[in-house]
Structures are given as C-alpha cells and as structure tokens.
C-alpha cells in the first residue's frame, strides 16, 4: 500500500486549524451578531462564546480520538473505528462529495470577488473575469498541492499569518481606543441597562457564530502526513481552536471599541471599513481587502488539502471509484495524481453550480454551503455518544463533560439548520448523494 510522507509539523497543522476557520466571514459577522441581539453588546460576546461551544469542545474531543487512532484521515479513521467499515465510508464520501469540494468552490469565488474588489470592479460578484479569477485561483491551489506540498503546507502557515495581522491590529488598537474615547465604555453601559429585554434573538445569533467557527475539521485530514501525530494532532486542535476564540473575541470588542454598536448595526457590512478608516486612514479600506483575498486564498488552500486527501483515504481502503487508481502515488511529489484530478474535476463541477446559482439556472437560489453544515455536525454527535460510551478510562470531565458540550454545540447548529426554510431540499439532495455512493462500496471478501 502506498502512502505519503511525514512532511507536516505542529505549525502547518495549527495553520489548518485556525487558516480554514478564519475565512472572510469572520470581518464581516460583527454586525450581524449585533443585528441578530438588537446591538447589546453583551448578549453579543455571549453568542460569541457559546457559539465557540461547538469548536472548542468538538476539538478536544477529536484530539482525545487523534492521540489514540492514526491511519489515513483523521475524521475517517475514528468513524470506522466507532461504527466500522461502511459508516466511516460513509462519513468519507460524504466529506469529500458534499463537504470540501462545494466549500472550496465558494472560496475561490469569494477570493477572486474580493480582488476584483481590490482593483475597482463595478460587478464584483458576478462579472465574466471575477469567475476566470476564480477558475484560475482553483488550477493554481490544485496545482501547488500536487507539484509541492510542502509549499502549500508553508502557504498554509504564511495566509494565517497574514490574515491574523489585520484581526490583531483591529482587536489591539480599537480596545485601546474605545478605553481612551469612551466608546466601548458606554457600549457596554447601554448593553447593561437594556440586558434582559434587548437580547433580540440570542439562539439565532449563536448559529451565526457558531456557523463562523466552522471548518477546524480540516486539520484530521492530513493525520498520516503529520510528524508524531498521535502528539502533534491534539494539540494543533486545541491550540488552535482557543487561538480562533480568542482572536475572534478580541476582533469583535476592537470594532465595537471604535464604533457605537447602534452604526455597527446600520452601517452592516460596510462598518468595518469604517471603523478601519477611523483607525489607520484613508488607505485601510484597501489594505483590508487585501488581507481579505489572502485569507480566502489561505482557506482555499486548506480545503484543497483536504480534497485531495478524502478520495484517496477512501481508495486506500479498496472504496470509492476506482480505489487501484486514485489509490496511486506518484513518487517525485509523493502526491496522488489521480486523487488531485478527481477532487479538482469536483471543485469545477461546484464551481458551475454555484455559478448556475447566482445566475437562476435552477429556479432558485442553492445555497451550497449550508448543504454539508447540519449535516456533518449530525454524524459528529455520533462520534461524541460513542466517545463516552467507549472512553473509559477517562475522568469524569473528559469522559462527560467535553462530549456533552460538543453535543450542544452541534445541537446549537442542528437548530440553526431546521430553522431554515430550504432544509427539506437540501437533506434530500444530501440523502441521495449519500445513498448514490453506496454503489461505490465494497464489501470485504
């Protein structure tokens, strides 16, 4: 059996935690968490922190199963060790068809948008060269995987470095401005006489935050590359799930520091530019959108890293399409050829959806990133019953105490997912994407 190399250490693994997870939503939540709680502050750092439940707990109970189980696909190798073979194919297919490919299919579109942004484009959104952007930001991600891994893995590292300049820079300056202004003080003082009637809806502005912190999954991919994983693992989960809470935290109190959260809510997704503006100057507006196009290329690269890996996970274990095939490895880049063709062929096939999305091929909008979100924290709840019932040499903390937080975490976004009016549609189509990779399994002989 062939497999790839130990090449990845805590820092790349860190950077798949925290790099996937911050995107380009987390500059533009704010507002939303504020609209969603009637703009009290403290109802909002409260959605901040229990929507952090279904990261933060989620995390340390994978990193308990990464530091007993390591073979090819963290979230893989725990699903079949759990139910066995045919649930963690499931679970594998499922990841791979449904999770990864559509997500990294937004996030190239999302990235190329940005930069279209970045150089005055009228229609960012939708023009003819924001999708040539985005096809060539989807060939050069697949193509840097393949041809140099190590590098993508050093990309990983470098992007999160970056994208955390700009959150760190707003968190630190606008904190110590609001001290100095006032701002914060008296945010805080109207969020305290209003607490209790102003909450507004507190349950759905946790699904939003919740919704923010997702994608910390991604690092279990990449297991079997990482150097003395059943150490490395666990503790690129936890650090790096506190560093997104923390970073996420302080981001949210430095906008509120700068802006009273009454603007924050009117100006929406334009507050944050100006509370940039208000901070650096004129020219930050601009500089933000940069570092915004770094963080959705850094979390493009992390889903691409996890694309090529689920299929040939799968194809190692003999599933799959033609397992002999995507299972080969080329020797020179120590990369699955067929692997990084077949994820890529997917990304492309999304891409179009998502493109036939915005332009009403369909009759509606498809909202494919709210296809795999309720239900992958569906199976996770699995895992984490299984956890307690199987981890008994466990104190009662770890054993009780982590899994039932991860629970209501995900029951957290399970909620937010029944709410939505389209869910019918989109377990359906999840039920028979699932069903129709039941015909690629194979039954041990």
Known sequence: METLNKKYGLWTSIAMVVGVV?????????????TLTKGNLIGALIAWVVGAASMIFGALVFAEFAGRIEK??????????????????LVGWFKGVLYYTPLSAIL???????TMILFGSDNPTNSGMTWVVAGIYLILGYAMNYFSPILAGKFQVATTVIKLIPLTLIAIVGVISGVFNGVMLENFTSAAQSIGSSY?????AVVATAFAYEGWIAATTINSEIKDAKKTLPKALTIGSIIVLIIYILYFLGVSGVLPTGQIVTEGDNAISIAANSLFGGTAAVILTAFVVFS?????NGLIISNIRMPFSLALRNQGPAPKLLAKVNQKTNMPPYSTIYAFILSVVYTVIWYGSLNEWFGRYIALDEIPIVLIYGLYIFLYVWYIKN???LNHWKRYGLPICAIMGSLIILYG?????????????SVVVILFGLLFYRKEQ
């Open 391 to 393: 981890f008994t040499d």
């Open 72 to 89: 090819a696909n963290g979230i893989v190798d725990y699903s079949e060790e759990a139910y066995g073979k045919k649930f963690g194919y």
């Open 22 to 34: 911050i995107g380009s939503g987390v500059f533009f939540k704010a507002d939303d968490v504020l």
């Open 296 to 300: 959705c290329l850094g979390t493009l």
């Open 200 to 204: 507004g809806t507190l349950a759905s």
């Open 108 to 114: 190239c579109w999302v990235a190329s948008m940005y």
């Open 417 to 429: 997912g029944i709410t939505n009016p389209s869910i019918g549609i989109y377990l359906g189509i």
